[in-house]
């Protein structure tokens, strides 16, 4: 166990709809990082959060979105959804602030189907 | 578990053997790599990380050894262990400046038969 938490772990929905990824860091680690995997590209990093703030912006579709909350879990929200974003999400968690980080460690993934 | 190996190449061995993975990254600028495992069901786990003024580094068991040349990297693994079974993935990454954005390979899956 990682120590961080993503819920849910699986989630169904139609095109066009709506959803909120949820993470929670490992105790006192103040980064969160959002990474988007598909079968086709491979894991891609989406942004991160550090203490709040963004802090780095990846590859992440003006349709989607995220935040980090004064009690440091972070959401992402995926709005206007189309098959193509069917992937694993992942959120991992550090210490530090930095963009690429070999202390960063994964939560399970939040499985997202679109249909 | 969820499984991510679907469609990537596969790299099958027999315990005890040595495994080999490799993964080549298309940007000149990168200077900063790190190899991660994922096993089914799981998020990505570090390995090893090397940056590119050298050209080996070693750890447990893991050798990253890589080829600036060619923009190539490879992945050792010794007296491989079925718990190896994973699918292996790449990072780039460049450390001296301008996007400080990771990107990832794809990924080879390894299975290790007993």
């Known amino acids: 166990d990682s120590g961080v938490t993503q819920t849910p772990k699986h989630l169904i929905t139609a095109t066009g709809q709506r959803v909120t990824l949820r993470c929670s860091p490992r105790s006192g680690d103040l980064s969160v990082y959002w990474y988007q995997q598909s079968l086709d590209q491979g894991l891609q990093f989406l942004i991160q959060?550090?203490?709040?703030?963004?802090?780095a912006k990846g590859n992440i579709l003006e349709r989607f979105s995220a935040q980090q909350f004064p009690d440091l879990h972070s959401e992402l929200n995926l709005s206007s959804l189309e098959l193509g974003d069917s992937a694993l999400y992942f959120c991992?968690?550090?210490?530090?602030?930095?963009?690429?980080?070999?202390?960063?460690?994964f939560g399970q993934g939040t499985r997202l189907t679109v249909v | 578990g969820e499984s991510v190996g679907l469609h990537l190449p596969t790299l099958s061995v027999q315990e005890g053997d040595n495994s080999i993975i490799n993964c080549a990254y298309s940007n000149s600028a990168s200077d900063y790599f790190i190899w991660y495992k994922q096993e089914s069901g799981k998020g990505p786990q570090f390995i090893i990380d090397?940056?590119?003024?050298?050209d080996k580094r070693q750890g447990q068991r893991v050798t990253v050894l890589l080829n600036k040349t060619v923009k190539h990297l490879s992945l050792q693994i010794a007296a491989t262990q079925p718990g190896d079974s994973a699918v292996y993935f790449c990072?780039?990454?460049?450390?001296?400046?301008?996007?400080?954005?990771?990107?990832f390979g794809r990924g080879t899956s390894l299975i290790v038969h007993p």
């Open positions: 990072a780039e990454s460049p450390l001296g400046g301008g996007s400080y954005i990771p990107t």
């Open positions: 991992a968690s550090s210490a530090t602030d930095r963009v690429i980080n070999t202390e960063a460690f």
């Open positions: 090397i940056r590119s003024n050298m």
């Open positions: 959060y550090y203490n709040g703030e963004e802090r």
